[in-house]
């Protein structure tokens, strides 16, 4: 099929790219050239492990381009809408702005049949809207397939997702043949550019708009309550002397509950499951379902203590006070194995550091370029063995795998005094403290500072 992209983001460049891998005829569009001009060249303008090489593939084989004009995808059977949907400046909601102005831009470029497929993740309601831009157009079908990638495995989620969502017009009744059983219409489009992944196994759902339009919030709203939960839980293991490692692997044996993402640490982040919390949590108090909205309301206020927890560690380590002291932070991405910094627990936990007095040295294998600009207060080195150089205080606050494997040894060689606050939980504290560092966590207290070091001289 030929197929357009709308919108060359996180999720544009990546689906585009892994249609064209997948045998079809891509065109990608964005309003930035200097994004267009870098994809066109093969090159992600973000990190993001595989796409690159499936950016050049697309390119090779000339199943993939990029524009910055909408009249690109005149030819398109398939119009997908990957444009971004950012948390309102002025509340909790989404901004669809960006989504309405894409399908205007797109109108008069769409051929008799087409289909046009969102996948951006919206509240409920949006189909409605955007039914009305598109109804001088009565020849043109609409369906929405929300996405599920996750930063830094999007290839691999694209390739191999967990499953597809198709919301067609009447849901699951409507979108196919009686007696047959054959796809009609949208499902049936759907159908014909995924048939390697259904042929491949991978699960299918049809259901109506509604469903398709709250499912990945409402996934994202679980997920967050997990993480906050046992979040919440170290706070408690830290008060009463538990240990939040050993208590959520107990937890996570229990076959109801599950292991994954029951990790305490510092928290969520980024560009995407912070503001679809918070747009849930509106959508909710909109149509007043008052006990969804004080829920998202709590797991968002326990996962931005969790900041706030981790400064006060940090100054407790320092003695009760970080003013003048030397710390090397370990990450300023909101997540390993992406540059993505928006709304990261790294940075931000820096930066209150840094309004605290402290001289903060931030560093991370990818996101280093992204920060300085945004962040004057702090000071970044892209190597970490140059930014733990005469530290005080160490904190891991992104958990990339260059950290975890991070030698106690070279490491308390280059630092002043061998305290660390793994705000990730993910370091083996006794091979550290065999070296002789002193390690907390978060719900893990581990050995207290010595005495000497509480009086260290600040510099």
Not at 97 to 117: D, K, M, N, Q, Y
Request: glycine fraction near 10%; aromatic fraction near 6%; charged fraction near 20%.
């Amino acid at each position: 099929m030929k197929i357009s992209v709308i919108g060359c983001g996180y999720l544009g460049a990546v689906h585009a790219a892994t249609l064209a891998s997948m045998g079809h005829t891509v065109v990608g569009i964005d309003v930035d050239p200097g994004k267009v001009e870098q994809l066109a060249r093969g090159a992600a303008p973000f990190h993001e492990p595989g796409l690159d090489e499936l950016l050049r593939d697309g390119r090779q084989t000339g199943r993939l381009t990029f524009s910055t004009s909408a009249a690109a995808a005149k030819d398109a059977q398939v119009h997908f809408l990957c444009v971004g949907t950012p948390q309102d400046k002025t509340s909790d909601a989404a901004d669809l702005t960006f989504l309405v102005s894409a399908t205007e831009a797109l109108l008069p470029h769409l051929a008799a049949g087409a289909v046009v497929v969102g996948k951006s993740t919206v509240p409920v309601g949006t189909v409605q809207m955007l039914r009305g831009a598109l109804a001088p157009r009565p020849d043109v079908l609409l369906a929405w397939n929300p996405e599920f990638l996750r930063q830094g495995t999007a290839v691999k989620d694209s390739l191999v997702p967990d499953r597809l969502v198709y919301g067609v017009d009447g849901g699951r009744a409507a979108a196919f043949h009686s007696g047959t059983g054959a796809p009609l219409g949208e499902t049936a489009a759907l159908d014909t550019v995924y048939e390697p992944l259904l042929r491949a196994g991978i699960p299918r759902l049809v259901c109506n708009f509604a469903t398709a339009e709250l499912i990945k919030s409402a996934a994202n709203a679980y997920l967050a309550t997990k993480i906050s939960f046992i979040n919440a839980v170290s706070e408690l293991c830290d008060a009463s002397g538990a240990d939040v490692a050993e208590l959520s692997e107990a937890m996570g044996m229990d076959p109801r509950i599950g292991g994954r993402y029951l990790h305490a640490g510092l928290g969520f982040g980024g560009g995407c499951l912070p503001k679809d919390i918070r747009s849930f949590r509106a959508q909710a108090a909109d149509l007043g379902v008052t006990a969804v909205a004080d829920w998202m309301r709590l797991v968002d206020s326990v996962n931005l203590g969790q900041r706030e927890r981790t400064v006060g560690l940090a100054a407790e380590l320092c003695g009760g006070s970080v003013a003048g002291r030397s710390i090397t932070v370990l990450g300023a991405s909101f997540k390993p194995d992406t540059d993505d910094i928006r709304d990261s627990p790294a940075l931000d936990v820096a930066d209150r550091l840094a309004a605290a007095g402290a001289h903060v040295t931030v560093t991370d294998p990818k996101a280093v370029n992204h920060a300085w600009r945004r962040y004057p207060r702090l000071r970044f080195e892209a190597a970490a063995g140059r930014a733990l150089e005469g530290a005080e205080l160490v904190l891991l606050l992104t958990e990339w795998d260059e950290y975890r494997r991070l030698s106690p040894e070279a490491a308390g060689a280059a630092v002043r005094r061998r305290v660390v606050l793994d705000a990730r939980n993910v370091l083996d504290a006794a091979e550290w403290q065999a070296h002789g560092w002193v390690v907390r966590g978060l719900g893990t207290r581990g050995a207290d500072v010595p005495a000497v070091e509480r009086a260290l001289p600040r510099v």
